[in-house]
């Protein structure tokens, strides 16, 4: 069965850090851009970051530079999303998401339309 599995999701304090996961099952993600989405409620969808399925590049929105890190771990068939110096306007469900045939993670960011096989979601509440 083919499976996108995010983790790590939780309730953190503003300026705390969170490390999300994004486990393959059934397939793998050696070929496959990444991405990782979120969304808060009454919001958009927003492409957060994505990086090669080469490991050579990756993206980030404004919003999110400077403080998280995105990272693959083939070996272990799984993406990770370090999250530091979290803010409120950080919460959200985050999503992974893997690129469909083709698509290359580039400066112009994620895009929904261009991802084809998505996780569950993981819950990401920054709060005092």
């Known amino acids: 069965q083919v499976q996108l599995v995010e983790s790590g999701g939780g309730l953190v304090q503003p300026g705390g850090f969170l490390r999300l996961s994004c486990a393959a099952s059934?397939?793998?993600?050696?070929?496959?851009?990444i991405g990782w989405f979120r969304q808060a409620p009454g919001k958009e969808r927003e492409g957060v970051s994505c990086?090669?399925?080469?490991?050579?590049?990756?993206y980030y929105a404004d919003s999110v530079k400077g403080r998280f890190t995105i990272s693959r771990d083939n070996a272990k068939n799984t993406v990770y999303l370090q999250m530091n110096s979290l803010k409120p306007e950080d919460t959200a469900v985050y999503y992974c998401?893997?690129?469909?045939?083709?698509?290359?993670?580039?400066?112009?960011?994620?895009?929904?339309?261009?991802?084809?096989?998505w996780g569950q979601g993981t819950q990401v509440t920054v709060s005092s």
């Open positions: 059934g397939f793998s993600l050696d070929y496959y851009a």
């Open positions: 990086i090669t399925s080469t490991n050579d590049y990756s």
């Open positions: 998401a893997t690129g469909v045939l083709g698509y290359y993670c580039s400066e112009f960011g994620p895009e929904s339309r261009d991802f084809g096989s």
